[in-house]
């Protein structure tokens, strides 16, 4: 899996729990390391190893964990870089939302050996989305509800997501848009640059 | 036939950057995102060549001469603070009536992004702009990381050359690794022998004929160095021309005496290097670690080197033993 997914785990972990808990979690998985590089790759079986000693160290299903990752990542200062680029998808929540059918291009056109799984927004009505992702990346669609969540914040929308699991045949994330403008939102300033 | 106003607006939702002139070169229409770049000033009204001026063509100077210029591609740049760079087409209206002239910022976005605070809604929906400062600040932080990775990856690389032992050029040990088998054969309480050898001339082969040749009679030194002594003897380079060898329980001075002789004799044989001929000679003083009590690293290199430069003194190309000079200590 690419350095780049087991480093965003790595940085949660150290940015939520500590750097002893992720320590504790890398000689469980006995990894061998304690530091993944972004920029290279690693065998699947590592991060699955990963996740799972994760979970057993805190005692909270993976999925869950993969949510807060989601939410970590677009909303810890940490990761201000990442939160612009998904900013630059839109001007609304409901642009962004249409912008994430182009979003594994998108990070192909940034990193070429980033393989994300395809989405695909459909819109039953002004107001109710349906998020499909395609299998290949396990935690993904779980991932997404915590982006999701987080981006609404961002945008300063109110809305209510509902995630069954990945164990259908269909992996689908239910997007109601209470409201757009609900709060505030956080600034975003186009020529800006992430620090 | 559509108004000039209807036709501003047609324009203002594809181009949002373009201006309306009259064939006098007055600006009748302009876009709102250029008026954007100027709150302060409305361009309806000004001229057109009082605002912006022509980078290249250089010589369009004339309102006639730049709706001769018709589809080429023209630079400009505005007159007055920020003089930001802009790129700009001529599309003459028909009947001699004036111009469209439609600009963009070409390179200059990223800067003009952060002077004019611009947002998405500043560009046109068909813009590639906005996907282009994606993917400078995506390729940017894909780059850092990726630099972040090389650094470290160079730092490793020091780190491991630090705690090599070998030498790259001849493939003898280094200076570290010599300090390291003598730190260990004096804690060990072990006899040893240790030999302190220069290259005379070598830095004439050097000057003369380059540091390729040089190079090239280093490694020969090197090859003789180690096939002139046992497999468990350490021969170290130590320093540009200076090589120690330890004699590992070998502390017979005839021995070491002829192992001496036989290095010099073989390292006064000249050696070719590409048609050139290279002629060097060694100096050698050897310490023997029993003639100290409590022998230390540092003493016994003193001594051999303090033999060396008896050799040296007495003509080079020779060996000399410390135990036989004057001020040696028993």
Not at chain 2, 200 to 208: A, I, T, W
Not at chain 2, 284 to 305: C, K, M, R, W, Y
Request: aromatic fraction near 8%; include cysteine.
């Amino acid at each position: 899996m690419h350095g780049l997914i087991n480093r965003a785990i790595q940085s949660f972990v150290c940015a939520t729990y500590g750097q002893s808990c992720w320590l504790r979690v890398t000689e469980a998985a006995e990894l061998g390391f304690v530091e993944f590089e972004a920029m290279l790759g690693y065998d699947d079986d590592v991060s699955t190893r990963v996740m799972d000693m994760l979970s057993a160290e805190l005692g909270r299903p993976k999925a869950e964990i993969q949510e807060d990752v989601g939410t970590y990542l677009v909303s810890h200062p940490n990761m201000e870089g990442l939160r612009r680029l998904l900013r630059f998808g839109g001007g609304s929540y409901v642009e962004f939302l249409h912008s994430l059918d182009d979003l594994s291009d998108r990070v192909r056109l940034a990193v070429s050996d980033l393989a994300l799984p395809a989405l695909e927004l459909r819109e039953l009505s002004t107001t109710e989305f349906q998020l499909f992702c395609d299998p290949g990346l396990f935690g993904y669609s779980s991932v997404m509800v915590g982006v999701l969540r987080a981006m609404a914040d961002d945008y300063g929308a109110l809305v209510m997501l509902s995630h069954d699991g990945e164990d259908e045949t269909v992996d689908m994330i239910s997007v109601t848009l209470v409201e757009s403008a609900f709060a505030e939102g956080r600034h975003f300033d186009l020529g800006a640059r992430a620090e | 036939m559509m108004n000039t106003q209807d036709l501003g607006g047609l324009l203002d939702t594809l181009c949002p950057m373009f201006l309306l002139v009259d064939e006098k070169g007055h600006i009748r229409q302009a876009g709102s995102t250029l008026q954007k770049l100027r709150p302060d000033v409305p361009l309806v009204g000004t001229d057109f060549l009082d605002v912006f001026e022509l980078i290249r063509p250089r010589t369009v100077t004339t309102i006639p001469a730049l709706m001769s210029m018709a589809g080429a591609k023209l630079h400009l740049k505005f007159h007055d603070e920020p003089r930001t760079a802009l790129k700009g087409l001529v599309a003459p209206l028909p009947g001699g009536e004036g111009a469209v002239i439609n600009l963009s910022f070409g390179i200059s976005i990223l800067d003009a992004v952060r002077d004019y605070a611009l947002t998405s809604a500043d560009f046109s929906g068909t813009d590639l702009a906005i996907e282009l400062l994606y993917l400078v600040e995506a390729k940017s932080a894909a780059m850092e990381a990726s630099r972040s990775l090389n650094l470290r990856l160079q730092g490793a690389m020091l780190a491991a050359e630090e705690q090599a032992y070998t030498d790259t050029l001849t493939g003898l040990k280094n200076r570290r690794a010599m300090d390291h088998m003598l730190g260990h054969l004096i804690s060990s309480n072990s006899s040893f022998a240790l030999m302190h050898l220069d290259l005379d001339f070598f830095k004439s082969v050097n000057d003369r004929l380059g540091h390729a040749a040089g190079d090239f009679v280093l490694q020969q030194a090197a090859r003789i160095m180690v096939e002139e002594t046992r497999g468990d003897d350490t021969v170290a380079r130590v320093g540009g021309d200076e090589f120690v060898i330890i004699f590992k329980g070998l502390t017979r001075e005839e021995i070491l005496t002829s192992v001496a002789d036989r290095l010099i004799l073989r390292l006064n044989e000249p050696m070719v290097f590409q048609q050139q001929t290279c002629y060097v000679s060694a100096s050698i003083g050897t310490a023997v670690s029993t003639q100290f009590g409590a022998p230390n690293a540092e003493e016994l290199l003193h001594a051999a080197d303090l033999a060396l430069y008896q050799a040296k003194r007495d003509g080079r190309s020779c060996h000399r033993l410390y135990s036989r000079l004057s001020k040696a200590q028993p």
